[in-house]
């Protein structure tokens, strides 16, 4: 007999099954995509993990190309954080919620912000920022910096704080030790200049599987196709 469609494939088989493989990640593919639009362009990695593992390269390619950025925390769609994109998406946001008509997109230009009065995360995701602490990074920048994080790299994995680092940012140094601190890094100096090393903490917590369980098409996972 044909085999089944490939948008049925069972996860289980397609891990056995590289052929099947490629047609489940097309469908994870039109999954990412829904979920983006979804989330107004921006959505966290750890929402999406589920969907990233199985994508392969083409449908990563695929998706690169309609303009799909996959950063280390996010994956967004570069044009919708652009300055007449937000006032636009946020606008709109506002007028969906018929509320929070008070809250105003960050000066745009800016890449760095400390500010402990903002409290809807929601709201600054949307203009394009990620929230650390008291802390909001725009989100592209954020992974240019790793990308110099990533060039700058050593064999002892210890990462140099240079110039082009602070003003990628347009933080003070102060600021930057901070934020390197609550992304995982230790901090230290060793002849007279300051480095860190990525120096995560070990959590219990389970990861939240809301997200994913609320997909329209987790119910293709409950298909037998066996019978």
Same mark, same amino acid.
């Given at each position: 007999?044909?085999?089944?469609?490939?948008?049925?494939?069972?996860?289980?088989?397609?891990?056995?099954?590289?052929?099947?493989?490629?047609?489940? %990640?097309?469908?994870?593919?039109?999954?990412?995509?829904?979920?983006?639009?979804?989330?107004?362009?921006?959505?966290?990695?750890?929402?999406?993990?589920?969907?990233?593992?199985?994508?392969?390269?083409?449908?990563?390619?695929? $998706?690169?190309?309609?303009?799909?950025?996959? %950063?280390?925390?996010?994956?967004?769609?570069?044009? $919708?954080? @652009?300055?007449?994109?937000?006032?636009?998406?946020?606008? $709109?946001?506002?007028?969906?919620?018929?509320?929070?008509?008070?809250?105003?997109?960050?000066?745009?230009?800016?890449?760095?912000?400390?500010?402990?009065?903002?409290?809807?995360?929601?709201?600054?995701?949307?203009?394009?920022?990620? /929230?650390?602490?008291?802390?909001?990074?725009?989100?592209?920048?954020?992974?240019?910096?790793?990308?110099?994080?990533?060039?700058?790299?050593?064999?002892?994995?210890?990462?140099?704080?240079?110039?082009?680092?602070?003003?990628?940012?347009?933080?003070?140094?102060?600021?930057?030790? @901070?934020?390197? @601190?609550?992304?995982?890094?230790?901090?230290?100096?060793?002849?007279?200049?300051?480095?860190?090393?990525?120096?995560?903490?070990?959590?219990?917590?389970?990861?939240?599987?809301?997200?994913?369980?609320?997909?329209?098409? /987790?119910?293709?996972?409950?298909?037998?196709?066996?019978?």
């Amino acid at each position: 007999p044909p085999p089944p469609p490939l948008f049925f494939i069972p996860q289980h088989q397609a891990k056995r099954d590289p052929l099947w493989s490629r047609g489940l %990640g097309d469908v994870y593919k039109r999954q990412l995509a829904y979920q983006l639009y979804e989330n107004n362009g921006v959505l966290q990695r750890n929402q999406v993990t589920d969907y990233l593992k199985i994508l392969g390269q083409n449908e990563r390619k695929f $998706l690169r190309d309609q303009g799909v950025k996959f %950063g280390r925390y996010h994956v967004f769609l570069h044009k $919708l954080i @652009k300055p007449e994109a937000v006032s636009l998406r946020t606008l $709109l946001w506002k007028n969906y919620h018929q509320k929070y008509f008070n809250l105003k997109p960050p000066v745009f230009g800016l890449n760095f912000l400390e500010n402990d009065k903002i409290k809807n995360r929601n709201f600054m995701l949307l203009c394009g920022f990620e /929230k650390f602490d008291n802390f909001y990074v725009r989100i592209d920048i954020l992974e240019r910096l790793f990308v110099q994080i990533i060039n700058s790299n050593t064999e002892k994995n210890e990462i140099k704080l240079i110039p082009e680092m602070l003003n990628l940012l347009g933080c003070n140094k102060d600021n930057f030790k @901070k934020l390197l @601190k609550i992304m995982g890094y230790k901090v230290f100096e060793k002849n007279n200049d300051i480095f860190f090393k990525y120096n995560p903490r070990k959590s219990s917590k389970k990861v939240n599987k809301k997200f994913i369980k609320e997909s329209p098409f /987790k119910v293709l996972k409950n298909l037998n196709l066996n019978q």
